[in-house]
């Protein structure tokens, strides 16, 4: 069982980059997913949710309309689109399941795969 973050990178501001999250040995369409990060030195934040269905989203204000949560059950994968990044938003990202989506939290229950380090730089 395994949940993998990747497509992190160096990229310069205003750049775009998509991460996925891949699931191995359980399937992804039961959960609800949430994408997190952790910039050096800061807590661990909540960035944006999806639910299993696809039905419902959620995103940090600090995010709104740059970033798009999407998921791919058939590939057992969810990506996230960030557009116009911002040197703030280098961070390792992490997805993880069974967040709390209105709160865009963790909860005692959520598998987290591991991160994929975003570096906005110019």
């Known amino acids: 069982v395994q949940l993998q973050a990747s497509g992190g990178g160096l990229v310069q501001p205003g750049g775009s980059l998509r991460l996925s999250c891949a699931a191995s040995?359980?399937?992804?369409?039961?959960?609800?997913i949430g994408w997190f990060r952790q910039a050096p030195g800061k807590e661990r934040e909540g960035v944006s949710c999806?639910?299993?269905?696809?039905?419902?989203?959620n995103y940090a204000d600090s995010v709104k309309g740059r970033f798009t949560v999407s998921r791919d059950n058939a590939k057992n994968t969810v990506y996230l689109q960030m557009n116009n990044l911002k040197p703030e938003d280098t961070a390792v990202y992490y997805c993880?399941?069974?967040?709390?989506?209105?709160?865009?939290?963790?909860?005692?229950?959520?598998?987290w795969g591991q991160g994929t380090l975003v570096t906005v730089s110019s």
């Open positions: 993880a399941t069974d967040p709390d989506c209105s709160r865009l939290s963790w909860t005692p229950l959520s598998y």
């Open positions: 040995g359980f399937t992804l369409d039961w959960y609800n």
């Open positions: 999806i639910s299993s269905s696809a039905g419902s989203t």
